[in-house]
């Protein structure tokens, strides 16, 4: 066979002047990159994946790692990756597997989006000093309200559905336990708990540790229905039905037996070391009406005092479809853009399946206020948050709410290496080992979360107070407040924003 | 095998289903389960959907006359409910335990992703059955259908066992059975030609240890629905899947 060698990307370089030799990096290191050698260290570059795990408690300093330039003759069409792609499946005949968002460059659109100001003629506010509202409720608003005097005391007749109560616009994506280990959803549990916000279950069931903050939780129903049973549909404070993902969108979902060990096997009820396999789509829903029957038998199991929305992922058709999601009596419509992550994804499909977020949100939102259907449903934009700034846009563009996932775990340490398929994460993130979960401190990891949704939020507030807005219902769909700045016509006719000077 | 005979008197309870909506029936049956009633009738149903939805009670036996609605006993974790009639799309849709006995025929996913449990058809059922069942430790998800599958049956089946007695509908069981399983075992009564299993799936010698098993299950639904099928009269088609991890080489990472 002809040798299609790849050379390796990183060249992973000990300082033997400034090391002493403490093998904290070969401790660290989950890869093998490290290996101490009577009086130096060795390393293995074509093992590194980038995380900085071993930078980052090297008390020296001494390591340094480099992108490995291996020069290919230059080619515009033929790139580095379409080749060394090439010879990867040349040698083994499969698929690529991928972790983390769509790694394409294409353009991104909350970057050729700006916001407004106000200047003399509508005073800005400061929020430093006056009251500025980001509570936000999801679910279903009345078209209209009913209301009755008796005897000089007013009742409200209209019979309110559920909503959730968020303190801020900003919740936590879902995220499996087997995908991402336990500290990791503990963290994520108690930052929410504490901000008066919610975190996603994922499709993995619920771990016993996580009930008592089952009121901060929105668990998932996926197509596998792992964990899925009458107590779990009690322990939470809404019910999201996943029937798609924009890391993935059309595929389901394939947690490798290696992941599911003695407690994830619990959680998920299904036998230790056994693929747990999702299939693409749900087999009981083949139409909107079948969505209705499931999204009515979850509100049924839980005495309609729950929402229940469905997670779809951005794709061409989603306005359409979402409209569909506002008529089967869901109380959300999540929508997740082509950036949003995964543990594990065929790179095929995460690079070029889906459309971004930004494009979802306002073309949803717009399909739903032409049907007088707006008020039926939340929507709520995840897939390709990077920043508060891109809160705010989300939110102008129509999205009542986000959900952060990549952000979230960044948060905590993670370095987007990607390889979060491995189970060998070394931040103790995307891992099942136990010496590796250790690595991650749930009250360190909630502190942190805590800590940047409440930065971003204070940046919320603050984009706010200088468009002159006080309450986020009047950001909410504010087109107005946003520009588009090198887009073109029919861009901003989907986005349904100017362009800058107009 | 009955499941009519109750404490007394005063544990029964008959609803009539007529004109009343899901959730109006619902409702009521909730209102029985938590009042300890362990013998509830239901008259006149005509296709409400979600009977029993949601309930997690042992010891409470539903009777149902007429035609249940889609997802009958969806999430119900511990009812035994008796339908006399025909049931719609999904029956033990997603359900953790308890026994539905259909005594009619049963529409399409039978037992969809269900992880405990049981489920007796006397006739016919639809496509899909069993797609998506799953076993873990006590749970043991188990479905006989009386008369014949359509296809897909046990597609993407992660556990459990299903049943297909076949009686009166010899060779009518549809394609593509078992495609893509990863655990479980289906039975089905007489030969199957090798062009109808799906992908992931091989044919078993029919041991002692099946022969245990199916003949109780054979009981129980002659039992159940007056029936005198011979289960030594019968042989079996045992499939299994290849493996447990089907999906495991088919990636390379980046």
Not at chain 1, 71 to 86: G, V
Not at chain 1, 439 to 450: F, K, M, S
Request: charged share 25%; net charge neutral.
């Amino acid at each position: 066979m002809i040798s299609n060698f790849i050379p390796s990307k990183y060249d992973v370089h000990v300082d033997p002047s400034r090391c002493r030799l403490c093998q904290r990096c070969v401790e660290n290191c989950t890869y093998d990159v490290f290996r101490k050698e009577e009086d130096r260290i060795f390393t293995f570059s074509s093992n590194c994946v980038v995380c900085h795990r071993c930078i980052s408690f090297c008390p020296a300093d001494a390591i340094s790692i480099n992108r490995r330039i291996v020069n290919y003759r230059e080619h515009p069409f033929w790139n580095e990756e379409s080749r060394e792609d090439i010879y990867n499946q040349a040698n083994t005949g499969k698929i690529i597997l991928g972790g983390m968002g769509n790694a394409k460059k294409y353009p991104i659109l909350f970057d050729r989006l700006v916001l407004d100001a106000c200047q003399i003629t509508n005073p800005s506010i400061d929020p430093l000093r006056e009251p500025m509202e980001t509570r936000t409720y999801l679910g279903k608003k009345p078209k209209s309200l009913k209301v009755e005097e008796k005897d000089g005391d007013i009742s409200l007749k209209t019979r309110l559905a559920p909503n959730l109560l968020l303190e801020t616009p900003i919740m936590i994506a879902h995220m499996s336990y087997g995908a991402v280990s336990l500290n990791t959803q503990l963290s994520f549990a108690k930052a929410a708990s504490r901000l008066g916000t919610y975190m996603g279950s994922g499709e993995g069931g619920l771990h016993s540790s996580l009930y008592e903050y089952k009121d901060n939780i929105i668990v998932q129903v996926a197509s596998g229905r792992f964990g899925v049973t009458p107590s779990y549909l009690n322990k939470c404070a809404a019910i999201e039905i996943k029937a798609g993902q924009g890391a993935k969108p059309g595929i389901g979902g394939h947690l490798p037996g290696e992941k599911v060990n003695e407690d994830v096997s619990k959680t998920r009820m299904i036998p230790v070391g056994t693929d747990a396999i999702s299939p693409a789509p749900h087999h009981d829903i083949y139409s909107i009406e079948d969505l209705a029957q499931l999204v009515r038998a979850l509100k049924e199991a839980t005495n309609w005092e729950k929402p229940v929305f469905v997670k779809i992922a951005a794709v061409h058709n989603a306005p359409a479809i979402a409209a569909g999601i506002a008529r089967a009596d869901a109380d959300g419509v999540v929508v997740d853009g082509f950036r949003g992550g995964t543990g594990a994804a065929p790179k095929v499909l995460r690079d070029n399946v889906g459309i971004p977020i930004e494009a979802a949100i306002a073309s949803i939102d717009k399909k739903l206020r032409e049907q007088g259907i707006r008020n039926e449903i939340s929507l709520i934009a995840s897939g390709g948050i990077r920043n508060s700034a891109d809160v705010t846009k989300a939110i102008a563009l129509g999205a009542d709410a986000v959900y952060i996932g990549t952000a979230a775990l960044i948060a905590m340490g993670c370095r987007v290496c990607g390889k979060c398929y491995t189970g060998l994460c070394p931040w103790g993130i995307a891992t099942q080992r136990d010496d590796l979960v250790h690595r991650l401190d749930p009250i360190i990891g909630a502190q942190q979360v805590y800590n940047l949704i409440n930065a971003w939020t204070h940046e919320l507030q603050e984009l706010m107070g200088a468009a002159g807005i006080n309450s986020i219902e009047s950001l909410r769909g504010n087109r107005d407040r946003l520009r588009g700045y090198m887009l073109d016509e029919n861009l901003l006719e989907v986005l349904d924003v100017k362009t800058i000077g107009a | 095998m009955k499941i009519k005979k109750y404490p007394n008197k005063q544990d029964s309870i008959t609803i009539d289903a007529k004109n009343k909506t899901y959730r109006e029936l619902n409702s009521e049956i909730r209102t029985a389960a938590d009042q300890d009633i362990c013998h509830i009738t239901l008259q006149n149903v005509l296709g409400q959907r979600f009977i029993a939805d949601g309930i997690k009670k042992e010891g409470i036996y539903l009777s149902v006359f007429g035609i249940a609605g889609g997802d009958l006993g969806v999430f119900m974790d511990g009812p035994i409910i008796y339908v006399n009639g025909n049931a719609e799309h999904a029956p033990g849709n997603t359900m953790s335990g308890g026994k539905i006995i259909i005594d009619g025929d049963a529409g399409d996913c039978v037992g969809h992703s269900m992880r405990g449990g049981m489920i007796f058809v006397k006739g016919n059922a639809g496509y899909r059955v069993g797609i998506h069942m799953k076993q873990f430790k006590d749970n043991y998800p188990t479905i006989v259908i009386g008369g014949s599958a359509q296809s897909f049956l046990g597609e993407y089946m992660a556990g459990g066992i299903i049943v297909i007695l076949n009686i009166d509908k010899p060779s009518s069981i549809g394609d593509y059975i078992g495609t893509g399983m990863h655990g479980g075992t289906i039975y089905i009564a007489g030969d199957v030609p090798d062009y109808k299993l799906g992908v992931a799936t091989v044919k078993e010698e029919f041991i002692d240890e099946d022969r245990v098993l199916v003949e109780k299950l054979v009981d129980e639904y002659n039992a159940y629905f007056n029936k005198k099928v011979d289960f030594d009269a019968i042989t079996f088609t045992k499939i299994k899947p290849i493996s447990l991890r089907p999906f495991s080489n088919m990636y390379t990472t980046e």
